[in-house]
Each structure stands twice: as C-alpha cells, then as structure tokens.
C-alpha cells in the first residue's frame, strides 16, 4: 500500500538495537570494575581509620631530614618530603632517559651486526646477545658494581684516561662551565632550532612533492650544529673544566664526577636491554623479503641505502611495538637501583616510609609515577608507530 513504511526502515526498538547493546554492556562492565575498586578502597580507609591513621598527604610537607647523594635540582635535609620524592624521581627519569638512548644505539648496531656475512663479527653480536639475555639483571648489576666499579683505585692512584679519572668516587669527565656571554648564546641556539625545523620542513615537503624523501632529519640537525658550532667560536659561552687529582682531600677536583652506582646501573641497563633491542631488531630487519633488497640492489644502491631507504622503514612497523615493551622494561627495571645504593624513586620511597609510616599513600604516589612514565613512553610511541606505518591503498 502507498505510504506504507518497508519494514527495512523501521526503527529499530533499543533492546534490539546491537549498537546500543554494546554501549550499555561496557557501561555495564566499567560501572562494575569501579565499583569492586571503590569497595576496596573504602574498606582500606576504614581499616586505616579505626588505626587511626586516615588517608592523608599532608605528611609531604613535613621536613625530610635526610641527605639524598645525587639529585639533580637543589636540595638538602630542611626540604620537605615532596622535594625529596621529585629528587627521586629526576634521578630516576635521567637514568631512564639516558639508558633509552644508548641502550637504543648499541642494540640496532649488535642487531646489524647480528646479520653481518663476516663470521667472527656474527659470532660476537650472538654471543653477546645469548649471554646477557639469560643473565638476571639484578644479578648482573650487583656483579658489574662490586666486580668492576669498586674494584677502581682510591682517587690519588685513580686511572687517567684522555683526561677522565676513574676511581671508587666515580668517573670524572672534563665539563663546561658556562661564561658571560652563555645568555646571549642561548638565542643563538634559538635560532639554530628554527633554522632547522623550517629546512627540515622544506625537504619533507619537497620529499613528497618529487617522491624522493630527503635525509631532512639529518640535515636539520647538521645545521643546527653548524649554527651552535659558529656560536660557540664567536661567543666562547664555555670554558671546559678539567678534573685533576687533589693535593689533600679524597675526592677529584673540577670537572663532572658521576657516582659509581649511576654508571653501574646505568651501563648496567644498557648493555642489558640492548640485547633485548638487538633481536628486536634483527626480527625487524629479516621480516623484511629478500626480493625487496635484490630490488633494490637492482635499483644501483649501496648497502646503506639498502638497509636505510628499503629494509628499516619496512622493518620498523615491525620492530616498533616490542621496543616499546623494552623502553618500558627498562624504566622499571630502573628501580633495581635500590640494590647497590643509587638514590631513585623506590630508594627515596622506602626513606620516606620509614620516617613517616605512610605506606599506603606513598605506595600509592609510586604506582601513580611509574604508571605516568609508562603511559607517557606508550603515547609517543604509539604516535610514532601511525606516523611509520604503511599506508594501504
């Protein structure tokens, strides 16, 4: 009949609508999760309560009274115990940042090198990997402290190499210290940034306008060392302190001296996790068809081009996700410090809770912190890994 409504458009009645049925089901499921948790904290506030020790983080503002070795911002004993625990986790961010790289660039070279033709340098990337992947890491950090750092020489017989001593104090590396005209250098490396984002920006575009990308992120940086080169010889904004033996005293004089236990936990999580990244890595590279590489020898590249313009922007949609995992294993892993003494989070953590006896909120405050790095390293790299994936037609 004219003006009849097909039965294909009539609406559909909510409790049959699949749509909304998954969006009440989730919900459903949220409502219930937050609900378990809301039970679980109710029931510890009240335990707590009847302890008389109710959730509180006034506690923070209480004065610390205890020295922290190495922080990177000002401190001392007078500050409170909010200061302290930023201390801790500066220290621990500086170690998780620094590992990353290095443990980054020493990977992808043994991950090469993993797949090197020439047979003693094949032998000596698996070696390596094979040992060290089946090393616990607390193991190996104890024994890389107490076998190699405090085994150096007291600091008058310490050992002079290039100019860096090493001795049971630390290293100490030649450090610049800034002059006068350092204020008037830092515009100069303003202007080397925005020097280089705007041809970095230029060759991408040109990139893919003639299809042929440039190295524009090599380049980009190339200028602005150029740029921070001719400021540094025209302004002199530094002066390189050189570290030397004290005439009395025991510790070594100028210079940049870091700690026995950041080197060891720092080159400790390095050569660790860069066995880690080495496989990823030669996953990542022979994931990669061999016709893509005979293609492109075909083509009259070299083995670099090879490996940079064809094999490592295939392999990196596959390498990308599991390093994630291991940026995130290491950063953890960083809390292992508490065992040979370097002052992270949980070491700072654990003197705060034994002072003030609050466990539960400091445990809390933890939790949030590394969940917060974590969160943190997984967003830029999940952005990262849209920006590099293949594009399908």
Known sequence: MQGTVPESQEKIPFWRNEHTLQWIAQFTVLAGVLFVFWLLYANMQRQLEMLNLPISFKFLQINASFDIGESLIEYSRSDTYLRAYLVGVLNTIRVAVLGIIFATILGVIVGVARLSNNWLVNKLAAGYIEILRNIPLLVLLIFWYTGFFLKLPDVKEAINVGGTYLSRRGIAF????????????????????????????????????????????????????????????????????????????????GGKTFS??????????????????????????????????????????????????????????????????????????????????????????????????????MTMIMMATYLTFSLSTSAFMNWYNQKIKLVER
Request: glycine residues 8%.
């Open 174 to 253: 030649p450090w610049p210290l800034p002059t006068e005209t350092y204020a008037t250098y830092r515009w100069v490396l303003w202007l080397g940034v925005a020097l280089a984002v705007a041809l970095g920006y230029a060759l991408y575009r040109q990139g893919k306008k003639t299809g042929r990308m440039p190295l524009y992120g090599l380049w980009s940086l190339l200028l602005f060392l150029v740029v921070a080169g001719i400021g540094i010889v025209v302004l002199q904004p530094y002066v390189m302190d050189y570290p030397h033996l004290p005439d009395k005293g025991f510790n070594i004089i």
């Open 260 to 361: 026995p236990e950041f080197m060891a936990l720092l080159s400790g999580l390095v050569i660790y996790t860069s066995a880690f990244i080495a496989e990823v890595v030669r996953a990542g590279i022979q994931s990669v068809s061999k016709g893509q590489v005979e293609a492109a020898r075909a083509l009259g590249l070299n083995g670099f081009q090879t490996l940079r313009l064809v094999v490592f922007p295939q392999a990196l949609r596959v390498i990308v996700p599991p390093m994630t995992s291991q940026y995130l294993n290491l950063t953890k892993n960083s809390s292992l410090a508490v065992a040979i003494g370097y002052p992270d989070i949980v070491h700072v953590y654990g003197t705060i809770i034994n002072q003030s006896g609050r466990a539960v909120e």
